[in-house]
């Protein structure tokens, strides 16, 4: 509607289409990172609480009603902290590298279809964008490591380089696998494709592939078991040892924002996106929007609940065990099951 | 031409994994252990110096500070020296109640190392489960002493408070619950893949290395050395319990971990027999006062008793020189040798195994310093 409204506007004023259209992206992803920011604060909330649960606490229940208002506190908090450095840092790379770290994660919200009209770009080859994007994170990780002249942060860098190179294999032929059954590189295809209730979405098929596309996201986003880099009790806070306030924040952001965003692109891929898991919709008109929206939150969530239960439950697993496990299984059978996966989409007739 | 340098690491003293202010000087090629060295004594409080100050009774309140997690073993090493000394037998009722004691104590302690060895494997949850049960063991101490951690509640030839019946209701329910509880910490650490990866087989503490040492306690048991104070020890207070000592063999991290578990199972046993037995004594004092403790003089003699404490064997001797103020007062932990073992221990290891060999040792570090 808004979007007819502006393109009338435009026309009317002698805009050209192109300068139209790229202004328009430019607004949308402005609007959705700005909006998915306040969701990944919401999140931080959503993890504590349910933390707490998990060991028979409150959590957070002091600021605003429950708490709610908690990671609100703690990022002005973060906001107005002193920016210290450490002495002997390299200054530039020092203060870019959280930038680096929290870039393309930005830049993946603008990738995502979030409604079948509720996007910034729709682009042909959005996986591989996608891939693409996700990979470049890691290096805010070690330039991070590198510039913080610490010891322990060099570790923690090192560490950080040797499980995103290890798992970016596994992770991209799981997603290779969706295209394969989807026949498509476009996102929003691969959603629609996956149109028609819970016996539709790939998650069925692919159930293995969908277990390692999980495995590497969480090795991806340096969580439980794999929070190696980070591993606070044997790397004090690994890579973002030496910072503090808003850099720290941006870090501390950066990776809830990864969370939900991997576990968005595993909901996309796997379970049918926004779409229904009955095949119908409810409502009509926008109404269908706001439902599409739900469903995607809802998945989402889920997603993300399974990852705070691990975070739980298990203990860290051992650095060496880490490229030990990705080299010897994950990666084998990850091309077992894109093999496993095209001979399936043949005989189904693709 | 490069060149190649051992990365210099200075964990601590301030560092998560430490359990309290313990420095280790580690040098490292990747992410292997070349050497390591441990370095000691940033809680050094002087106390054996302290000791020979202060009259006997006014030591007795410190001497629960040696190890802050077992406040009752070494208040009553230090008690049962003095009773030697003087010649005194604490009453029957007392000493019943001792054990009652130091066996939750024991628990406490062991619960306090659970969480911290599973935080420093990275899981976050056990150690919140393994302090809600320590939590109300402490509102036992509590209820009884007055104190959770320094309690001060044992005196020369007895103990300062009775029990009453509410507590060991109270006692007796929880001893109840507890199986049920360590039932469930068992069903999520015992058998999983990662704790039992990165535990089995890793820090193997030799028979004769461990012997070396001087390792006591459950570390050496875990090792394959029957030795356990509360029964290879002539005037043990423990002769009419019945209860087993868990061995192993392997003496690997994962070892450690199996029989610290079970020695609490036992614990709760012992616990549970001391407070029938206590029931079934009539109209006993606590104490036995046969002496004024405040003016207390001590003639020119020395003694040595042996405790079994949590972290090993916990010794106390006293040299008195006839005067109202010990000559000599001398401490020996077993947290002292255990930090001693890792420099051997951690090398040719990862820095990734540092952390389950550092928590299976369990030691307290103002335990070793004094």
Redo the contacts between chains.
């Keep these: 509607m808004i979007y007819d409204f502006l393109k009338t506007f435009a026309e009317g004023i002698n805009i050209p289409s192109l300068i139209f259209e790229s202004f328009w992206a430019v607004l949308m992803f402005a609007f959705l990172a700005a909006f998915m920011i306040i969701v990944v604060l919401f999140l931080v909330l959503f993890e504590r609480k349910l ?1 707490a649960a ?4 409150k959590g957070p229940n002091r600021v605003g009603l429950n708490g709610i208002f908690q990671t609100i506190a703690d990022a002005i908090k973060l906001l107005i902290k002193e920016d210290i450095s450490a002495y002997n840092t390299d200054k530039i790379l020092f203060t870019l590298a959280p930038l680096i770290f929290f870039m393309p994660v930005m830049i993946l919200f603008g990738l995502m279809p979030y409604t079948n009209l509720l996007y910034a770009v729709n682009i042909p080859l959005g996986v591989v964008a996608v891939m693409a994007v996700t990979a470049f994170s890691s290096l805010g990780l070690i330039l991070a490591g590198w510039a913080s002249n610490n ?2 942060s060099l ?1 923690g860098g090192a560490r950080a380089v040797i499980q995103s190179v290890s798992y970016e294999i596994p992770l991209v032929l799981s997603i290779l696998s969706i295209c394969v059954l989807a026949g498509s590189l476009n996102l929003k295809e691969i959603i629609l494709a996956q149109s028609g209730g819970l016996f539709h979405w790939y998650v069925i098929p692919n159930i293995l592939g969908f277990v390692i596309f999980y495995i590497s996201t969480l090795a991806e986003l340096n969580r ?2 794999f ?2 880099p980070e ?4 790397l ?1 806070g690994g890579y973002n040892t030496e910072y503090s306030g808003m850099k720290f924040a941006m870090f501390f952001l950066a990776e809830y924002a990864q969370l939900f965003i991997l576990s968005l692109l595993g909901v996309l891929l796997f379970c049918g996106g926004f779409q229904s898991p009955f095949g119908i919709y409810f409502g009509v008109g926008f109404f269908i929007q706001l439902e599409q929206l739900f469903w995607l939150f809802a998945k989402t969530f889920c997603l993300i609940f399974l990852a705070i239960w691990i ?11 880490l490229s030990v496990f990705c080299w010897k299984y994950v990666l084998p059978l990850a091309l077992l099951n894109l093999l496993f996966i095209s001979i399936y989409k043949f005989i189904m007739g693709g | 031409m490069t060149k190649t340098e051992m990365l210099k690491l200075n964990i601590g003293p301030q560092h998560p994994a430490t359990h309290g202010v313990l420095r280790l000087l580690v040098e490292l090629e990747g992410e292997i252990i070349k050497s390591c060295e441990p370095i000691i004594g940033y809680l050094h409080r002087g106390m054996e110096k302290i000791a020979e100050n202060r009259s006997y009774i006014q030591y007795l309140p410190m001497v629960d500070r040696v190890d802050y997690l077992s406040g009752f073993f070494n208040s009553f090493g230090y008690c049962t020296a003095i009773e030697e000394l003087l010649d005194i037998e604490p009453t029957q009722k007392a000493n019943y109640i001792r054990i009652i004691m130091m066996e939750f104590n024991r628990i406490t302690s062991h619960l306090m190392w659970l969480g911290s060895m599973l935080l420093d494997l990275g899981a976050t949850s056990p150690l919140f489960y393994a302090f809600r049960e320590r939590e109300s063991i402490l509102e036992l101490f509590e209820e009884y002493c007055g104190q959770r951690m320094m309690f001060n509640a044992f005196t020369f030839g007895g103990v300062k408070f009775d029990l009453t019946k509410n507590w060991l209701n109270k006692a007796e329910k929880l001893i109840e619950k507890m199986p049920k509880y360590f039932d469930e910490y068992e069903a999520i650490i015992t058998k999983n893949p990662i704790f039992m990866d990165r535990t089995l087989r890793i820090g193997i503490i030799k028979k004769e290395v461990a012997l070396d040492y001087s390792i006591t306690g459950a570390n050496a048991r875990a090792s394959g050395i029957d030795l356990d104070f509360r029964i290879n020890n002539k005037k043990s207070i423990y002769s009419e319990f019945k209860f087993n000592i868990p061995i192993k063999i392997e003496g690997d991290c994962y070892a450690r971990y199996l029989v610290r578990f079970a020695e609490m199972r036992e614990s709760l046993e012992i616990i549970k027999q001391a407070i029938e037995k206590y029931k079934q004594v009539k109209n006993e004092p606590i104490v036995n006062k046969k002496f004024n403790s405040v003016f207390l003089k001590i003639p020119n003699e020395q003694t040595t008793t042996y405790t079994e404490a949590p972290r090993g064997l916990y010794m106390c001797q006293v040299i008195a020189d006839g005067t109202n103020k010990p000559y000599r007062i001398k401490h020996r932990t077993g947290s002292f040798s255990s930090i001693q073992l890792l420099q051997e221990l951690v090398v040719g290891n990862t820095l990734a195994n540092l952390m389950p060999i550092i928590g299976s040792l369990d030691f307290v570090l103002p335990e070793a310093d004094r």
Aim: proline letters at 7%; glycine letters at 0%; hydrophobic letters at 35%.
């Design positions: 933390l998990f060991t028979v606490r010891k322990y570790l439980n078991p929070d190696l591993a606070e009790n044997e004090i975070r739980a439950t298990l203990p860290r697993i051992r650095s060496d065990r």
